[in-house]
């Protein structure tokens, strides 16, 4: 059974970087495609950003320049979210997730992922 485990959210100020990591409990270079996604209260969880094994890396316009998406070193097992210049707008709950196969733009989407964590709240203050 796939397991996903993050760790990593917290409380920050604004200007200030968090990294999110998301541990997986089989081989990571099993999953085609891995993202991140968040929620933001009484709205549908959206993607932030989203990696395929082949290494094609996709962000959402709002943190390009800010967050990165990373699966190495692969010997963590582990996929991070760097973020950076955090804003109060980042302000959300964070999951990671996973899937065997890579869709290409589909991946972007939330019912592309058989696999999830059980989310991280990140909280940036003003």
């Known amino acids: 059974q796939v397991q996903l485990k993050e760790s990593g959210g917290g409380l920050v100020q604004a200007g200030g970087s968090l990294r999110l990591s998301c541990h997986l409990s089989?081989?990571?270079?099993?999953?085609?495609?891995m993202a991140w996604f968040r929620q933001f209260p009484g709205h549908e969880r959206e993607y932030v950003a989203a990696?395929?094994?082949?290494?094609?890396?996709?962000y959402t316009e709002a943190v390009k320049g800010r967050f990165t998406i990373s699966r190495y070193p692969v010997s963590d097992n582990t996929l991070y979210l760097q973020m950076n210049s955090l804003m109060p707008e980042d302000t959300a709950v964070y999951y990671c997730?996973?899937?065997?196969?890579?869709?290409?733009?589909?991946?972007?989407?939330?019912?592309?992922?058989?696999?999830w964590g059980q989310g991280t709240q990140v909280t940036v203050s003003p």
């Open positions: 997730a996973a899937d065997n196969l890579w869709r290409g733009t589909q991946s972007l989407r939330p019912s592309a992922y058989e696999h």
């Open positions: 089989v081989d990571i270079r099993s999953m085609g495609a």
């Open positions: 990696t395929s094994r082949s290494g094609n890396l996709f």
